[in-house]
């Protein structure tokens, strides 16, 4: 069973940046794909950024629109998410995930294609 547990959310401003970290616990874990959601209060589950377990290979959702950054250090068994130019709307509670890849470049969109999810950390982004 792999734990994931993530850190760094907070209350930002908008225009704010927040830098999101998520570790896992079995060594393993490095070689999974790992992603990041996000659910608002009222709304579903949805994907923000996937990264092969290589690191080489990012996806992200159209709404990030180039301001967050997906990376992974294999050695560490982390996955971070920096997020610049925050807005209201990106307010959530944010999720890392991981899952058994089928090879080094898969990525996952889907909730269910992941197998171990963390507990979630808040982001708030005022006004």
């Known amino acids: 069973q792999v734990q994931l547990v993530e850190s760094g959310g907070g209350l930002v401003q908008i225009g704010g940046s927040l830098r999101l970290s998520c570790l896992a616990s079995?060594?393993?874990?490095?070689?999974?794909?790992k992603g990041w959601f996000r659910q608002a209060p009222g709304k579903e589950r949805e994907f923000v950024a996937g990264?092969?377990?290589?690191?080489?290979?990012?996806h992200y959702a159209d709404f990030v629109e180039g301001r967050f950054t997906i990376s992974r250090d294999n050695a560490k068994n982390t996955v971070d998410l920096q997020m610049n130019s925050l807005k209201p709307e990106d307010t959530a509670v944010y999720s890392c995930?991981?899952?058994?890849?089928?090879?080094?470049?898969?990525?996952?969109?889907?909730?269910?294609?992941?197998?171990?999810w963390g507990q979630g950390t808040q982001v708030t982004v005022s006004s």
């Open positions: 990264v092969g377990w290589s690191g080489e290979l990012t």
């Open positions: 079995d060594p393993l874990a490095s070689t999974y794909t």
């Open positions: 995930a991981a899952g058994r890849a089928s090879s080094t470049s898969t990525y996952y969109t889907r909730p269910w294609q992941y197998n171990y």
